[in-house]
């Protein structure tokens, strides 16, 4: 499985192409059944950037963790290029919102753990890490430890783990939730030209619409009780996008409206 | 942490104030008459009983028997400790099947063990050790277990989206996460093994009765037979001050090892 990843060249076939059909998902808490999804059907295209928003409790992060493998539906079927998933794989990156970089791991370390089951040689392992350092803004903090860097550096180098095995997917659970509004938005347009550089498909979870309109293809709004989408919005403006355009303002209003009117 | 405005010497000048003022107050207390000489004596007999003590060998000899004692026991205990930890820390089956048994051993006090060691080893040597390993033994394997049992659940999701295998798991994922909680075990095992290492020495065979006891905890049961209060109050600060100079050792061993912060 993992050996099919090629770390030196970039993907030549169109990969990373996600199939969710009739998904369902109930959790028991506290001697109650909640429907974490309902139903769920949705088609992402290769190399498409998707957001999912939507309040807490609408399965957001629930669809992602059934992407990465580490939990599975009820019901319904999730597939990546016809692949059914059963299980977490280095062809679907993920970013978690806490970075979880290891704590007894330098930078360096941590990234190159993600290339530790992919064949290839030393060399062109810490090639393909340093490569990486550089593309995240990591230079020269390359042998620091977790807890000596900030938060927007540890969620680069997260990135960057997410990143080095060339995943078609890429998973990122609010990458970007816990940083100030500053680096959010700085590490948004780096966020951008790694998706373009690297030409993987993203899928984003966020609370944050105007992230989602700014970076994504399409937003995705969910609701809960039980957990479904609302609604689906292609976002058509050419990249970099600006704020105040018009059409990002009339989007951004629709999507807001839509939450306030679901939340009840 | 209030302590962190304070530098290295000023700290431990503050931890001198207590001792100090104790050895003021014994000494005005000595220096008016007020001390009964059977139960206690000045310090400067202290002194001049530790300088006689160096002199004759005494005392280094003791203390160097103590120690030796000590370590011994406490390595053999803290390795199987260790090894039994890991392995219950890793098995479902392990823990099955040696849990229930070890958590009730545990609660057996460890010179509650004396009688039942000594009928089957003797009060020599093999006795001592057995006793100080067998006190290392549980804090080290409760420590090593909790470790390998308690890898906070992010970590090891990480483990499974990178597809490592059983042994990187382990080596890059359960180990690491396991060490500070291993060496609270190693530190909480040494200070096992001191204190048994004194009631072994204390109460088994010791030295004024049959010649076999050796140590500070047979230096001390001696000195109080024979009325040595001197002695006694001597070999009580060695104790203290090895048990304190090896707690500092472990843990200056263990921050050494531990460079990083749990987030």
Redesign the interface.
């Known amino acids: 499985m993992a050996d099919a990843l090629t770390l030196s060249r970039p993907k030549t076939v169109e990969v990373g192409s996600v199939q969710i059909s009739d998904v369902s998902k109930t959790f028991r808490v506290e001697g109650r059944t909640v429907h974490a999804l309902d139903d769920v059907s949705l088609a992402i295209a290769s190399g498409e950037f998707i957001s999912i928003v939507g309040p807490s409790g609408c399965g957001k992060s629930t669809l992602l963790r059934f992407l990465a493998g580490l939990d599975g539906p009820d019901s319904g079927r999730i597939a990546v290029d016809g692949e059914v998933i059963d299980r977490p794989s280095l062809k679907r990156g993920i970013v978690f919102q806490d970075h979880r970089l290891l704590p007894w791991f330098s930078v360096e370390k941590n990234i190159a753990l993600s290339l530790h089951s992919l064949a290839g040689s030393e060399a062109e392992k810490r090639e393909r890490v340093q490569y990486l350092i550089d593309l995240v803004g990591l230079s020269g903090f390359e042998k620091a430890l977790p807890h000596e860097l900030s938060g927007g550096m540890s969620q680069r180098a997260a990135i960057a783990r997410g990143l080095a095995p060339r995943p078609p997917l890429l998973l990122l659970d609010e990458p970007l939730g816990a940083l100030d509004s500053l680096t959010r938005s700085y590490l948004q347009d780096e966020l951008l030209a790694i998706w373009e550089r690297e030409k993987s498909t993203v899928v984003m979870v966020t609370h944050d619409v105007e992230e989602a309109i700014y970076l994504s293809d399409r937003v995705v709004v969910m609701e809960p009780r039980p957990g479904r989408i609302a609604k689906i919005f292609e976002v058509s403006g050419k990249r970099p996008r600006h704020r105040d355009d018009p059409d990002f303002v009339t989007i951004r209003r629709e999507i807001t409206d839509l939450l306030a009117h679901r939340r009840d | 942490m209030t302590t962190s405005t304070l530098n290295r010497p000023q700290l431990i000048w503050r931890a001198l104030v207590l001792p100090a003022a104790l050895v003021v107050l014994w000494s005005l207390l000595d220096a008016f008459g007020a001390l009964n000489g059977d139960i206690i004596v000045s310090p400067l007999q202290v002194l001049k009983t530790s300088y006689e003590g160096f002199a004759d060998g005494s005392i280094p000899g003791a203390t160097i028997a103590t120690l030796l004692r000590a370590l011994v026991g406490w390595t053999i205990g803290a390795s199987i400790g260790l090894a039994f930890g890991v392995l219950i820390g890793l098995s479902g089956v392990a823990r099955g099947l040696f849990d229930p048994s070890i958590a009730s051993l545990r609660q057996i006090a460890l010179f509650a063990w004396i009688p039942l060691l000594s009928a089957w080893f003797g009060n020599g040597e093999v006795m001592k050790i057995t006793l100080i390993a067998l006190g290392a033994f549980f804090p080290m394997a409760l420590g090593a277990q909790a470790g390998c049992q308690n890898v906070p659940a992010?970590?090891r999701?990480?483990g499974?989206?990178?597809?490592?295998?059983r042994r990187?798991t382990l080596t890059?994922?359960v180990f690491?996460?396991a060490?500070p909680s291993i060496l609270a075990g190693l530190e909480l095992s040494l200070n096992i093994a001191w204190l048994g290492t004194f009631g072994a020495e204390y109460l088994i065979g010791t030295g004024y009765i049959n010649g076999m006891g050796d140590g500070l905890g047979a230096y001390l049961a001696a000195a109080r037979e024979y009325a040595r209060m001197d002695q006694v109050l001597l070999g009580v600060l060695f104790l203290a001050l090895i048990g304190v100079a090896l707690d500092r050792l472990v843990i200056g061993f263990s921050r050494r090892l531990?460079?990083?912060?749990?987030?």
């Open positions: 992010p970590f999701e990480v499974r989206v990178l597809e490592l295998d990187a890059k994922i690491p996460a060490i531990i460079p990083w912060r749990m987030p």
